[in-house]
Protein backbone atom coordinates (compact mmCIF):
# COMPACT_ATOMS: atom_id res chain seq x y z
CA UNK A 1 0.00 0.00 0.00
CA UNK A 2 1.01 3.41 -0.95
CA UNK A 3 1.71 6.31 1.94
CA UNK A 4 1.42 9.55 1.79
CA UNK A 5 3.97 11.91 0.44
CA UNK A 6 4.41 14.65 3.12
CA UNK A 7 6.38 17.83 2.13
CA UNK A 8 8.54 19.47 5.14
CA UNK A 9 8.50 23.00 4.00
CA UNK A 10 11.06 24.67 6.12
CA UNK A 11 13.63 27.42 6.45
CA UNK A 12 16.85 25.68 7.13
CA UNK A 13 18.70 29.08 8.24
CA UNK A 14 16.44 28.70 11.38
CA UNK A 15 18.67 27.16 14.31
CA UNK A 16 15.62 25.95 16.63
CA UNK A 17 15.21 22.70 14.57
CA UNK A 18 12.02 21.92 14.82
CA UNK A 19 12.11 20.58 11.66
CA UNK A 20 14.06 17.15 12.85
CA UNK A 21 11.23 16.86 15.22
CA UNK A 22 8.45 16.93 12.50
CA UNK A 23 10.84 14.88 10.32
CA UNK A 24 11.04 11.98 13.42
CA UNK A 25 7.13 12.27 13.75
CA UNK A 26 6.23 11.85 9.88
CA UNK A 27 8.50 8.84 10.04
CA UNK A 28 6.94 7.31 12.87
CA UNK A 29 3.76 7.97 11.96
CA UNK A 30 3.98 6.88 8.05
CA UNK A 31 7.04 4.61 8.12
CA UNK A 32 8.70 7.02 5.59
CA UNK A 33 10.72 10.45 6.13
CA UNK A 34 9.13 13.42 4.64
CA UNK A 35 10.87 15.03 1.62
CA UNK A 36 12.03 18.51 2.77
CA UNK A 37 11.91 21.63 1.29
CA UNK A 38 14.18 24.67 1.76
CA UNK A 39 10.83 27.31 2.65
CA UNK A 40 12.83 30.25 0.46
CA UNK A 41 12.17 28.55 -2.51
CA UNK A 42 8.66 29.39 -2.78
CA UNK A 43 8.68 32.99 -0.51
CA UNK A 44 8.03 36.13 -2.90
CA UNK A 45 11.12 36.07 -5.26
CA UNK A 46 11.79 32.32 -5.09
CA UNK A 47 12.92 29.70 -8.15
CA UNK A 48 10.35 27.17 -6.78
CA UNK A 49 7.29 27.35 -8.92
CA UNK A 50 4.18 25.47 -8.31
CA UNK A 51 1.62 24.46 -10.95
CA UNK A 52 -1.76 22.46 -11.43
CA UNK A 53 -1.19 18.67 -12.07
CA UNK A 54 -5.15 17.56 -12.47
CA UNK A 55 -6.60 18.58 -9.59
CA UNK A 56 -3.54 18.30 -7.18
CA UNK A 57 -0.37 21.06 -7.06
CA UNK A 58 3.04 20.10 -8.01
CA UNK A 59 6.27 21.89 -6.49
CA UNK A 60 9.09 22.20 -8.66
CA UNK A 61 12.91 23.34 -7.55
CA UNK A 62 14.17 22.92 -10.85
CA UNK A 63 17.97 23.47 -9.71
CA UNK A 64 17.44 21.02 -6.89
CA UNK A 65 15.64 18.25 -8.91
CA UNK A 66 12.86 18.29 -7.12
CA UNK A 67 9.54 17.72 -8.59
CA UNK A 68 6.43 16.43 -6.21
CA UNK A 69 2.73 16.16 -5.46
CA UNK A 70 2.40 16.49 -1.78
CA UNK A 71 -0.51 15.13 -0.64
CA UNK A 72 0.10 16.53 2.48
CA UNK A 73 2.57 20.18 3.16
CA UNK A 74 4.04 20.96 6.78
CA UNK A 75 4.82 24.22 7.09
CA UNK A 76 7.26 24.93 9.79
CA UNK A 77 9.94 26.64 11.67
CA UNK A 78 9.28 29.83 9.18
CA UNK A 79 11.01 33.08 10.99
CA UNK A 80 8.85 35.65 11.63
CA UNK A 81 10.22 38.30 10.02
CA UNK A 82 10.05 36.16 6.74
CA UNK A 83 6.35 35.13 6.99
CA UNK A 84 4.90 37.28 5.01
CA UNK A 85 6.71 36.50 1.58
CA UNK A 86 5.22 33.06 2.14
CA UNK A 87 1.55 34.85 2.09
CA UNK A 88 1.26 34.54 -1.81
CA UNK A 89 2.54 30.55 -1.91
CA UNK A 90 -0.53 30.02 1.63
CA UNK A 91 -2.99 31.39 -0.60
CA UNK A 92 -2.10 29.00 -2.89
CA UNK A 93 -2.05 25.90 -1.39
CA UNK A 94 -5.26 27.06 0.31
CA UNK A 95 -6.63 27.36 -3.26
CA UNK A 96 -5.66 24.20 -4.34
CA UNK A 97 -6.99 22.14 -1.26
CA UNK A 98 -3.39 21.08 0.12
CA UNK A 99 -3.85 19.69 3.53
CA UNK A 100 -1.72 21.99 5.51
CA UNK A 101 -2.21 23.47 9.20
CA UNK A 102 -0.13 25.84 8.46
CA UNK A 103 -3.12 28.13 8.10
CA UNK A 104 -3.41 31.13 5.75
CA UNK A 105 -1.64 34.30 5.77
CA UNK A 106 -4.20 36.62 8.20
CA UNK A 107 -3.91 34.08 11.25
CA UNK A 108 -0.59 34.29 10.87
CA UNK A 109 0.11 37.73 10.31
CA UNK A 110 -2.22 38.71 13.22
CA UNK A 111 -0.26 36.15 15.51
CA UNK A 112 2.92 37.40 14.50
CA UNK A 113 2.69 40.88 14.78
CA UNK A 114 2.24 41.36 18.18
CA UNK A 115 0.46 44.80 17.81
CA UNK A 116 -2.66 43.04 16.02
CA UNK A 117 -2.32 40.49 18.40
CA UNK A 118 -3.09 43.04 21.28
CA UNK A 119 -5.62 44.51 19.78
CA UNK A 120 -7.53 41.30 18.99
CA UNK A 121 -7.56 40.55 22.23
CA UNK A 122 -9.12 43.50 22.94
CA UNK A 123 -11.96 42.64 20.77
CA UNK A 124 -12.22 39.08 21.97
CA UNK A 125 -11.54 39.77 25.82
CA UNK A 126 -8.61 37.81 26.30
CA UNK A 127 -7.16 38.76 29.56
CA UNK A 128 -3.45 40.35 28.99
CA UNK A 129 -1.68 42.75 30.47
CA UNK A 130 -1.76 46.48 29.51
CA UNK A 131 -0.04 47.37 26.15
CA UNK A 132 1.38 50.26 24.25
CA UNK A 133 2.07 50.24 21.05
CA UNK A 134 4.64 52.88 19.91
CA UNK A 135 5.64 53.75 16.59
CA UNK A 136 9.19 55.95 16.55
CA UNK A 137 8.08 57.86 19.39
CA UNK A 138 9.10 60.76 20.46
CA UNK A 139 10.88 60.48 24.55
CA UNK A 140 8.00 62.69 25.89
CA UNK A 141 5.47 59.84 24.08
CA UNK A 142 7.54 56.72 25.53
CA UNK A 143 7.79 58.33 29.21
CA UNK A 144 4.09 58.73 28.64
CA UNK A 145 3.10 55.49 28.28
CA UNK A 146 6.10 54.47 31.06
CA UNK A 147 4.06 56.53 33.71
CA UNK A 148 1.35 55.35 32.41
CA UNK A 149 2.27 51.59 33.18
CA UNK A 150 3.45 51.99 36.58
CA UNK A 151 7.23 52.48 35.48
CA UNK A 152 7.93 48.91 35.66
CA UNK A 153 7.21 47.55 32.33
CA UNK A 154 8.71 45.11 29.18
CA UNK A 155 9.46 46.63 25.96
CA UNK A 156 9.30 44.07 23.01
CA UNK A 157 9.44 44.42 19.22
CA UNK A 158 6.28 44.00 17.09
CA UNK A 159 8.05 41.53 15.39
CA UNK A 160 10.72 39.61 17.46
CA UNK A 161 11.49 35.52 18.09
CA UNK A 162 12.89 33.92 21.20
CA UNK A 163 13.12 37.31 23.64
CA UNK A 164 15.60 38.90 21.44
CA UNK A 165 15.21 42.20 21.54
CA UNK A 166 13.37 42.64 24.34
CA UNK A 167 13.68 44.67 27.43
CA UNK A 168 12.75 44.65 31.42
CA UNK A 169 12.36 48.24 31.88
CA UNK A 170 12.19 50.24 35.74
CA UNK A 171 13.79 53.57 35.45
CA UNK A 172 14.06 56.42 32.71
CA UNK A 173 17.46 55.81 31.84
CA UNK A 174 16.46 51.99 30.98
CA UNK A 175 13.73 53.55 28.82
CA UNK A 176 15.84 55.62 26.96
CA UNK A 177 17.95 53.01 26.39
CA UNK A 178 15.61 50.82 25.20
CA UNK A 179 13.88 54.05 23.05
CA UNK A 180 17.26 54.26 21.22
CA UNK A 181 17.76 50.87 20.88
CA UNK A 182 14.85 50.21 18.47
CA UNK A 183 14.77 53.91 16.68
CA UNK A 184 18.69 52.80 15.24
CA UNK A 185 16.60 49.70 14.55
CA UNK A 186 13.60 51.46 12.81
CA UNK A 187 11.46 48.96 14.64
CA UNK A 188 8.19 49.33 16.06
CA UNK A 189 7.58 48.30 19.36
CA UNK A 190 5.67 47.79 23.05
CA UNK A 191 5.75 48.77 26.12
CA UNK A 192 3.41 45.93 28.37
CA UNK A 193 2.91 46.27 32.38
CA UNK A 194 4.90 43.62 34.26
CA UNK A 195 2.99 40.56 35.60
CA UNK A 196 5.11 40.22 38.41
CA UNK A 197 5.49 36.70 37.17
CA UNK A 198 8.09 36.09 40.14
CA UNK A 199 7.92 32.58 42.15
CA UNK A 200 8.29 33.10 45.84
CA UNK A 201 11.95 32.29 45.50
CA UNK A 202 13.01 34.88 42.66
CA UNK A 203 12.62 32.91 40.00
CA UNK A 204 10.25 34.82 36.66
CA UNK A 205 8.43 31.81 35.64
CA UNK A 206 5.53 31.96 32.79
CA UNK A 207 3.70 28.80 31.02
CA UNK A 208 4.12 28.26 27.13
CA UNK A 209 0.65 26.01 26.83
CA UNK A 210 0.21 23.90 23.36
CA UNK A 211 -3.46 24.08 21.56
CA UNK A 212 -3.95 21.95 18.86
CA UNK A 213 -7.74 21.52 16.96
CA UNK A 214 -9.12 23.42 20.23
CA UNK A 215 -7.71 21.52 23.04
CA UNK A 216 -4.60 21.14 25.31
CA UNK A 217 -2.04 18.62 24.42
CA UNK A 218 0.94 19.57 26.01
CA UNK A 219 2.34 22.47 28.18
CA UNK A 220 5.72 23.52 30.27
CA UNK A 221 6.11 25.91 33.41
CA UNK A 222 9.47 28.03 32.10
CA UNK A 223 11.95 29.12 34.99
CA UNK A 224 14.07 31.76 34.68
CA UNK A 225 16.82 32.48 37.38
CA UNK A 226 17.60 36.07 36.03
CA UNK A 227 14.44 37.61 36.85
CA UNK A 228 14.98 40.76 34.20
CA UNK A 229 14.98 38.16 30.96
CA UNK A 230 12.95 36.75 28.71
CA UNK A 231 11.44 33.56 29.90
CA UNK A 232 12.26 31.66 26.38
CA UNK A 233 14.62 28.56 27.20
CA UNK A 234 17.13 30.13 24.33
CA UNK A 235 17.47 32.78 27.07
CA UNK A 236 18.20 30.19 29.89
CA UNK A 237 14.87 29.13 30.83
CA UNK A 238 14.66 25.49 32.15
CA UNK A 239 11.65 23.57 30.76
CA UNK A 240 9.39 21.72 32.94
CA UNK A 241 6.86 19.96 31.54
CA UNK A 242 3.32 19.72 32.85
CA UNK A 243 0.44 17.32 31.22
CA UNK A 244 -2.69 18.70 29.98
CA UNK A 245 -4.78 16.84 33.21
CA UNK A 246 -1.74 18.79 35.47
CA UNK A 247 -2.11 22.25 34.26
CA UNK A 248 -4.54 24.85 35.42
CA UNK A 249 -7.64 24.97 34.25
CA UNK A 250 -8.13 28.40 33.75
CA UNK A 251 -4.58 28.67 31.81
CA UNK A 252 -5.90 25.93 29.71
CA UNK A 253 -9.38 27.95 29.05
CA UNK A 254 -7.22 31.15 27.88
CA UNK A 255 -4.91 29.45 25.97
CA UNK A 256 -7.64 27.69 23.70
CA UNK A 257 -9.18 30.92 23.89
CA UNK A 258 -6.03 33.02 22.66
CA UNK A 259 -5.88 30.57 19.64
CA UNK A 260 -8.89 30.68 18.35
CA UNK A 261 -8.93 34.83 18.84
CA UNK A 262 -6.05 34.62 16.07
CA UNK A 263 -7.37 32.37 14.08
CA UNK A 264 -5.01 29.84 14.41
CA UNK A 265 -5.65 25.62 14.89
CA UNK A 266 -2.10 25.01 16.43
CA UNK A 267 -0.50 27.29 18.87
CA UNK A 268 1.99 27.73 21.60
CA UNK A 269 0.47 30.01 24.24
CA UNK A 270 2.93 32.00 26.31
CA UNK A 271 1.11 33.21 29.47
CA UNK A 272 1.03 33.68 33.34
CA UNK A 273 -1.35 32.27 35.88
CA UNK A 274 -0.95 35.46 37.92
CA UNK A 275 -3.86 38.39 37.87
CA UNK A 276 -6.07 35.65 37.44
CA UNK A 277 -4.49 34.48 34.21
CA UNK A 278 -2.88 36.65 31.28
CA UNK A 279 -1.86 35.80 27.83
CA UNK A 280 1.30 37.26 26.35
CA UNK A 281 1.70 36.18 23.08
CA UNK A 282 0.60 33.47 20.55
CA UNK A 283 3.62 31.48 18.79
CA UNK A 284 2.84 30.49 15.09
CA UNK A 285 5.35 27.82 15.33
CA UNK A 286 6.34 26.90 18.66
CA UNK A 287 9.82 25.80 19.49
CA UNK A 288 10.22 22.54 20.85
CA UNK A 289 12.99 21.74 23.49
CA UNK A 290 15.32 19.25 23.69
CA UNK A 291 14.06 15.24 24.40
CA UNK A 292 11.34 12.43 23.20
CA UNK A 293 9.23 14.10 24.97
CA UNK A 294 7.62 16.80 22.68
CA UNK A 295 8.14 14.43 19.91
CA UNK A 296 5.42 12.46 21.48
CA UNK A 297 3.46 14.70 22.61
CA UNK A 298 3.55 17.86 20.18
CA UNK A 299 5.25 16.77 16.88
CA UNK A 300 2.97 13.47 16.73
CA UNK A 301 -0.30 14.66 17.63
CA UNK A 302 0.70 17.70 15.13
CA UNK A 303 1.41 15.82 11.88
CA UNK A 304 -1.55 13.11 12.84
CA UNK A 305 -3.71 15.77 12.72
CA UNK A 306 -2.34 16.67 9.07
CA UNK A 307 -3.04 12.85 8.32
CA UNK A 308 -6.26 12.61 9.60
CA UNK A 309 -7.37 16.03 7.90
CA UNK A 310 -5.99 14.47 4.49
CA UNK A 311 -8.39 11.26 5.17
CA UNK A 312 -11.75 12.48 4.85
CA UNK A 313 -10.72 15.53 2.56
CA UNK A 314 -9.81 13.04 0.01
CA UNK A 315 -6.41 14.17 -0.60
CA UNK A 316 -4.46 10.76 0.04
CA UNK A 317 -3.18 9.20 -2.63
CA UNK A 318 -5.75 6.31 -3.14
CA UNK A 319 -5.00 2.93 -0.82
CA UNK A 320 -2.53 5.47 1.59
CA UNK A 321 -1.84 3.08 4.45
CA UNK A 322 -3.63 4.42 7.47
CA UNK A 323 -0.92 6.01 9.93
CA UNK A 324 -0.79 3.67 13.24
CA UNK A 325 -0.02 4.06 17.12
CA UNK A 326 3.06 5.41 18.08
CA UNK A 327 5.34 4.18 20.90
CA UNK A 328 9.16 5.87 21.92
CA UNK A 329 11.74 4.35 22.87
CA UNK A 330 15.33 4.90 23.55
CA UNK A 331 16.46 4.62 19.87
CA UNK A 332 13.70 7.37 19.15
CA UNK A 333 15.47 10.34 21.11
CA UNK A 334 16.83 13.49 18.97
CA UNK A 335 20.20 14.09 19.31
CA UNK A 336 20.75 17.07 22.12
CA UNK A 337 21.33 20.55 20.18
Known sequence: ????????????????????????????????????????????????????????????VPQEGLDVVPDVVVLYEIPPHRRRSLAAFQELLERHGVVTLGSGPDAWRTATEKNLTVERFRRDGIAQMETVVLSRPSAREAAGAFERLGRDVWARPVVGTGGSDTFHVTTPAGLADATAYYARHGTDWMLSRDAGNVTADGLRHQFRVFVLGGRVVHAREHLQPAPDTPCNTCRGATAVHIAPRDLSPRLGELAVAATASVGLPFAGVDLAEEHGGVVFEVNVQPAFVDGEVEVRAVAVPYVQAHLDACAPAGGGRRGAAPPTAVALGPEDRLPAR
Do not use: N, Q, W
Open 1 to 60: MSRPCIALIADPTSSEGCREYLARAVELLTGAPPVRIDSRHFATGGTGRAVRDGDRLRLL
